[in-house]
């Protein structure tokens, strides 16, 4: 790891510290990569939110996050990456067309962020033609 960096996180849920821990501690031997890192509320997993950690020097990905509100973001995901393979965007020009649509601000244009609330404003958005980007003239 580069960074040995400590963050001070706290669950917006209960309000107790968040730990880093190895993403298998949840996912078990379902883990995608051995070596991947989340950070989970210490009350876990009777408070369920956590959050992953970026490979390289274990920075949160976004905001802890209950099941609810995960599942919101991985569906804002699938909508924003349908959206940039059915327009044949490169992902900074998708993340563009987010920032100016929904009014944000680079820092803030990340669905690890996002509330329930801005998950749903992304996904009718996609969902709403006059708002979509043009494809390419074939």
Known sequence: MKNNKTYNIRCPYCGSPAVCRPANTVYGTDA??????????????????YVSAHRKDRRPMGTLANSELRHKRILAHRALQRLQKERHMDKWAIYLWLQINLKLDESHAHIGMFSEHMCDQLISLCRTPARLPRKPAA
């Open 32 to 49: 995608i990569d051995p070596k991947s890192y989340l950070y989970l509320c210490s009350n876990w997993p009777s408070c369920d939110a």
